[in-house]
């Protein structure tokens, strides 16, 4: 065996484990059944908050590890994708969130008349807000750095990565549902519009954990991402127009110039929910491989990335 781990899965979890076990000395090579630029990390929004990830506290401490780390990365934000933005969060309080958000420096509740659109109430941050393909770009540079290698393989049981390695490292997402047979896993499908930037430097988010349909608004570089949709079940992959104009509508009800925003593009991901949240485990296969796996992380994969990462690899190493 040339390969001491083989993490199969190339999203934006797979790519981050794998950085953290190569840049221990082990030797990585990531099996990913699709391109960066076609992963359902690729299409996140992606601003670091913990929204619909269990368990609830396990999740606010991953989610914190992972704030410190793009604290750091937004130093270089044309390199690894990673910036601080300043936003609301609409419809939010600070009392209706988990311990984790003492923790969060410059977390401000807002007054009625602070808040943009009909909202009552809502919350002041500044937060990471992540490029998505500049981000799993630079992680597949670090990792490559580090000695790791990506490919381009699908893994259609556990049996060829187990041949390869003493260690696999199950990251697959969605496709856990076949490859792990574990049916609590199921698709929250996401439908996003690409505009051009009407001159919007802050990020909006009206985004109840159990409403299939959302609003928010991101400024990535070169474009204006606007939300969105949570349907639960929905595996649809193509972009539908009907949705995708409700998504316009709902955005300009708060900044009206989104209205007249030329449109780019479309995308739509699915999100990894799994009844009983997260999983992080190992087991042992009849062959004695040890298998982690890490998956399920609903539609906080970017935020917790970091945090989840150093649990499963001590899974690895332990």
Do not use: F, K
């Given at each position: 065996?040339?390969?001491?781990?083989?993490?199969?899965?190339?999203?934006?979890?797979?790519?981050?484990?794998?950085?953290?076990?190569?840049?221990?000395?082990?030797?990585?090579?990531?099996?990913?059944?699709?391109?960066?630029?076609?992963?359902?990390?690729?299409?996140?929004?992606?601003?670091?908050?913990?929204?619909?990830?269990?368990?609830?506290?396990?999740?606010?401490?991953?989610?914190?590890?992972?704030?410190?780390?793009?604290?750091?990365?937004?130093?270089?934000?044309?390199?690894?994708?990673?910036?601080?933005?300043?936003?609301?969060?609409?419809?939010?309080?600070?009392?209706?969130?988990?311990?984790?958000?003492?923790?969060?420096?410059?977390?401000?509740?807002?007054?009625?008349?602070?808040?943009?659109?009909?909202?009552?109430?809502?919350?002041?941050?500044?937060?990471?807000?992540?490029?998505?393909?500049?981000?799993?770009?630079?992680?597949?540079?670090?990792?490559?750095?580090?000695?790791?290698?990506?490919?381009?393989?699908?893994?259609?049981?556990?049996?060829?990565?187990?041949?390869?390695?003493?260690?696999?490292?199950?990251?697959?997402?969605?496709?856990a549902r076949e490859l792990a047979r574990d049916d609590g896993l199921r698709p929250v499908r996401g439908q996003l519009v690409l505009v051009e930037n009407p001159g919007i430097a802050e990020w909006f988010t009206a985004a109840d954990a159990g409403a299939a349909e959302t609003t928010y608004f991101f400024p990535q570089p070169g474009r204006l991402v606007l939300g969105g949709t949570a349907e639960e079940g929905a595996e649809g992959l193509a972009p539908d127009p009907a949705t995708?104009?409700?998504?316009?509508?709902?955005?300009?009800?708060?900044?009206?110039?989104?209205?007249?925003?030329?449109?780019?593009?479309?995308?739509?991901?699915?999100?990894?929910?799994?009844?009983?949240?997260?999983?992080?485990?190992?087991?042992?296969?009849?062959?004695?491989?040890?298998?982690?796996?890490?998956?399920?992380?609903?539609?906080?994969?970017?935020?917790?990335?970091?945090?989840?990462?150093?649990?499963?690899?001590?899974?690895?190493?332990?």
């Open positions: 065996m040339d390969s001491d781990v083989i993490v199969v899965g190339g999203g934006v979890v797979g790519l981050t484990t794998a950085v953290t076990l190569a840049e221990r000395g082990l030797r990585v090579r990531v099996w990913s059944r699709d391109a960066a630029e076609e992963t359902t990390s690729a299409v996140a929004g992606a601003l670091w908050w913990p929204y619909r990830i269990e368990p609830a506290e396990e999740a606010g401490a991953w989610a914190l590890e992972s704030l410190r780390v793009y604290g750091e990365l937004a130093g270089a934000p044309e390199a690894t994708g990673v910036r601080w933005v300043a936003g609301v969060h609409a419809d939010t309080v600070l009392d209706g969130l988990g311990a984790w958000a003492a923790r969060v420096e410059g977390l401000r509740q807002l007054a009625a008349g602070e808040v943009p659109g009909p909202y009552a109430t809502g919350l002041a941050a500044r937060l990471p807000l992540i490029d998505m393909p500049v981000h799993l770009a630079w992680l597949r540079t670090r990792l490559e750095a580090a000695g790791g290698v990506v490919e381009r393989r699908t893994a259609r049981g556990w049996a060829e990565p187990a041949s390869a390695a003493p260690v696999v490292v199950n990251c697959t997402g969605l496709a995708a104009a409700r998504i316009v509508e709902r955005c300009a009800r708060i900044r009206p110039e989104i209205a007249g925003a030329r449109v780019l593009g479309h995308r739509v991901g699915l999100r990894p929910s799994r009844s009983g949240g997260v999983r992080i485990e190992a087991e042992r296969l009849p062959d004695g491989t040890r298998l982690v796996h890490h998956y399920g992380h609903g539609g906080a994969g970017v935020t917790v990335a970091w945090g989840c990462a150093l649990r499963a690899a001590e899974l690895v190493t332990g």
